[in-house]
C-alpha cells in the first residue's frame, strides 16, 4: 500500500515529535507541509510531496565577504563527508540549510527518526562552530 502525508503525520505522533501542519498544505493534492519543533534549534520543514519526503531546516544566511565564505564552505563539506548520515548540508537562496530527502513509498518510522536524530545532533553540534566560521577570517 502507498504511503500517504497521513502515514507520516502518523509517525511523528508515534515519534512524540511536536508539530504544526503548515498553511496551505492540500492533502488533497496528496502533498502536506509539518513543520517540527526541535529543541533550541530551528525547526524542521517535513515536506511530503509524493514520491519523496524532503526534511530541511535553515542554519542561517551565507556570509557576503567571499573571505568568509571558503573556510565555511570547506567546512560544510567536512561535516557531509564525516559527521553525517542520513542529511546534507547545502545552500538555498543564500540560506544554509539541512536537509535529508527519503523515498515515500517504503518510510517507516524507524527511517524517519534516524534522519531526524541524525539532524538534530547535527544542530546541537554544528551551529555554533559554523556561525563562528561564518563570521572569523
Given amino acids: 500500500m502507498p504511503r500517504t ?67 565555511l564552505f570547506r567546512r560544510l563539506l567536512e561535516l557531509n563527508a564525516g559527521d553525517l548520515m542520513h542529511a546534507a548540508y547545502g545552500i538555498e537562496e543564500d540560506q544554509i540549510v539541512l536537509s535529508a530527502a527519503l523515498a515515500l513509498e517504503n518510510l517507516d518510522t524507524n527511517e524517519l527518526e534516524a534522519t531526524l536524530a541524525d539532524m538534530d545532533v547535527a544542530l546541537v553540534q554544528h551551529t555554533a562552530e559554523l556561525a563562528g566560521t561564518a563570521r572569523s577570517k
Fill in 5 to 71: 502525508a497521513e502515514d507520516v503525520e502518523n509517525y511523528l505522533l508515534k515519534l512524540g515529535r511536536p508539530f504544526e501542519k503548515a498553511e496551505g498544505s492540500s492533502e488533497e493534492a496528496g502533498t502536506m507541509t509539518f513543520v517540527v519543533k526541535t529543541q533550541g534549534g530551528p525547526p524542521f520543514a517535513i515536506r511530503v510531496s509524493p514520491p519523496i519526503v524532503a526534511v530541511n531546516a535553515a542554519i542561517g544566511p551565507v556570509p557576503k565577504d567571499a573571505s568568509h565564505q571558503l573556510p
